[in-house]
């Protein structure tokens, strides 16, 4: 007889808001001491996040679609530590975008019947990362173009542009934290009332 996986939703998006908490101070203490072993720790945490998110996949597939994304979004991350090239990189942020699409998609089904006000916020944070995401880009490219040109009025758009991406990264961050745990509490209140 086969037994089905206890998904348990809320303890496995609990596990994902502590991760992605841990992540942020990672992401902290490698600004202020790059190096290898902060790199390692990341990709570490990232594992962790696919296996929560795998884990989720019983309630939604599109949870593990998420997974294997930015599972392979980690390969690709790790193979550019050797092997640098842009297209490693720009291949693992697209990974990380789609990744993004198909968590954000999940959440909003899963508390779809039970706060749809919180659902479509899923789904805006979606465009959200989109904007934030090009805003990157742009800064990449604005960095590029300013640098070759050595331009000082460039080094000030892209000295703004990277306040403003920061800013935007950080709001972000927050409204994806405060999101997820707001998800968590909804999922917490329908396993005690099933």
């Not at 942020?24 to 203490?29: F, G, T």
């Not at 968590?103 to 904007?131: C, M, P, T, V």
Request: proline letters at 2%; glycine letters at 6%.
């Amino acid at each position: 007889m086969e037994e089905r996986f206890d998904c348990r939703p809320a303890q496995w998006l609990r596990r994902l808001f502590y991760i992605h908490i841990a992540s942020i101070v990672i992401y902290i203490v490698a600004y202020l001491f790059p190096g290898d072993v902060s790199f390692w720790v990341d990709e570490a945490v990232s594992l962790a996040i696919v296996f929560c998110l795998y884990s989720l996949g019983p309630e939604n597939e599109r949870y593990r679609k998420a997974a294997i994304l930015v599972g392979a979004a980690v390969a690709l991350t790790v193979l550019n530590k050797f092997l640098p090239a842009l297209i490693f990189s720009t291949a693992a942020s697209v990974l990380l975008i789609l990744a993004a699409y198909q968590e954000y998609h999940a959440h909003s089904k899963l508390i779809l019947g039970r706060d749809s006000n919180l659902a479509w916020k899923w789904q805006s944070l979606f465009k959200w990362e989109i904007a934030v995401d090009a805003l990157v880009i742009l800064l990449g490219i604005a960095v590029t173009v300013f640098t070759v040109a050595g331009s000082l009025g460039g080094a000030l758009v892209t000295g703004i542009l990277t306040l403003v991406a920061g800013v935007a990264s950080l709001v972000l961050g927050i409204l994806y934290l405060v999101y997820l745990w707001r998800t968590v509490r909804l999922m917490e209140e329908r396993e005690y009332t099933i």
